[in-house]
């Protein structure tokens, strides 16, 4: 069984080496590195990461996603009582390949998940920016409305709420326990979960989602990978960790391998993953693991997309196993956009999982062209780096049929479904991002 899965998981990576792969409008585009600019080597990726973010621009050049005209009148609607505007999703995958943007009532958008979650339970996935406090807040407020929302839908008899953290590694979850339960105050926490060794983005921005946690009591999920397991995946890829260990993360190994099977997810691979290696290698980071050990060479491709979709099993797993122990409950997920968008990142996985049994919803949080691109070729876009114009964003990522002739990549009839960026998207006006 365990062979089985890794073989497959190792024959995906040479869908890496194609010279073409499917785009989200006109149906193919050149592969070609990332244009980023060199830095110096450093001791810890994350923290480098995190300082050289706001420099990092990346996309693909291909036709804006059409929207309606209602999105931009919707912004006007941003307000105190409501620093949010809300749009879902629409879609297509006829041959007019036109997906769209319908606003939704600030005042409807919590109600709305919260009536579609209903008594099913599921999860929910907020897809931040790690270094905006604009996200975090939204994310506060979203977790605040969403409790008191389901006091009144269930008449103050709700199932449990529990907030999914990716921010903090598994091993960790009895100190997030303690923190809820009054028995540590969030400073011990903070330095018990080795914050700003382990994550490194700003506790501060985190601040309002942990202290909305405690006041209403809502239980904390840890979700990410322990470091010192990565480590050894990003090494020598998943067979250079121990069976034991890879139980604890992937509790459901053919579904694992199978899930990376499909054309979808070699798409999304070749548009999401793999332009995230090529910043990390021009970034000259990939001699590193995420912990800071020096590697004896660089990261391959293989051991950096093993350690990838280690990364997103596991998140989802833990999701999974917290919803199954909670019928009913929700669970809101606040992890990075790149974990959310084109749903073949955790929301797919956690999906599988679950089945039909549970709900699964994805939100955006003020995606940007930057964001919605694939790396490398919207530099020089005015305004790419900005979430005020959602209809100037990729809402959707096209591939093909299997088996598919190369000269017929093109052709209307050879689509084979769409993936869309989200359920929604939500453009703020909370705070100001931080550096």
């Known amino acids: 069984m365990v062979r089985f899965w890794i073989s497959g998981l190792m024959l995906l990576t040479l869908s890496r080496n194609i010279m073409c792969v499917k785009s989200e409008q006109n149906g193919i585009y050149p592969r070609r590195p990332s244009v980023l600019c060199a830095f110096n080597l450093p001791t810890d990726r994350r923290e480098v990461i995190a300082k050289t973010v706001a420099s990092i621009v990346a996309g693909v050049s291909s036709l804006s996603v059409p929207a309606p005209a209602e999105a931009n009148v919707a912004m006007a609607a941003v307000s105190q009582k409501y620093p949010f505007v809300a749009y879902g999703i629409k879609a297509d995958s006829s041959p007019a390949l036109n997906p769209t943007l319908k606003s939704v009532p600030s005042d409807r958008f919590v109600k709305d998940i919260v009536a579609t979650i209903g008594s099913k339970g599921g999860a929910v996935w907020l897809g931040e920016h790690h270094n905006s406090a604009n996200d975090h807040s939204f994310q506060a407020d979203f977790i605040e ?75 904390l999920v840890a979700l990410n990978v322990n470091y010192e397991d990565l480590v050894e995946v990003e090494k020598a890829g998943l067979p250079g960790l121990a069976p034991d260990r890879l139980k604890a993360y992937i509790k459901d190994p053919r579904g694992f391998a199978e899930f990376a099977g499909p054309l979808s997810f070699k798409t999304y691979v070749d548009y999401v993953i793999s332009p995230s290696y090529d910043m990390h290698q021009a970034m000259g980071i990939l001699n590193y693991s995420v912990s800071g050990e020096k590697l004896e060479n660089e990261m391959s491709f293989r051991n950096f997309f093993s ?119 939500v453009v703020s006006n909370y705070v100001q991002n931080i550096a």
Request: glycine content about 8%.
């Open 307 to 425: 350690g990838r979709v280690l990364w997103d099993e596991a998140m989802a797993s833990a999701a999974e196993t917290w919803t199954s122990a909670n019928p009913g409950g929700l669970l809101v997920g606040l992890v990075g956009a790149d974990h959310v968008k084109f749903s073949k990142g955790i929301p797919g996985r956690y999906a599988r999982m679950v089945k039909a049994e549970r709900d699964n919803i994805t939100v955006m949080l003020n995606p940007t062209l930057i964001d919605t691109r694939r790396a490398g070729s919207v530099s020089n876009v005015m305004n790419s780096d900005s979430s005020q114009i959602p209809n100037s964003i990729t809402l959707q990522l096209r591939y093909v049929k299997d088996g598919i002739d190369p000269s017929q990549i093109r052709a209307p009839e050879s689509t084979g479904g769409v993936l869309p960026l989200a359920d929604y998207i």
């Open 145 to 219: 409305k969403s409790f008191e929302q389901r006091r009144k839908t269930f008449s103050g008899n709700a199932p449990p709420m529990a907030i999914g953290l990716e921010q903090v590694q598994v091993k960790y979850q009895p100190v997030l326990d303690d923190f809820i339960m009054g028995k540590i105050s969030e400073e011990t926490m903070r330095k018990e979960v080795e914050w700003e060794k382990r994550w490194s983005w700003p506790f501060e921005a985190y601040r309002p989602v942990f202290s909305k946690a405690k006041e209403l009591g809502i239980q």
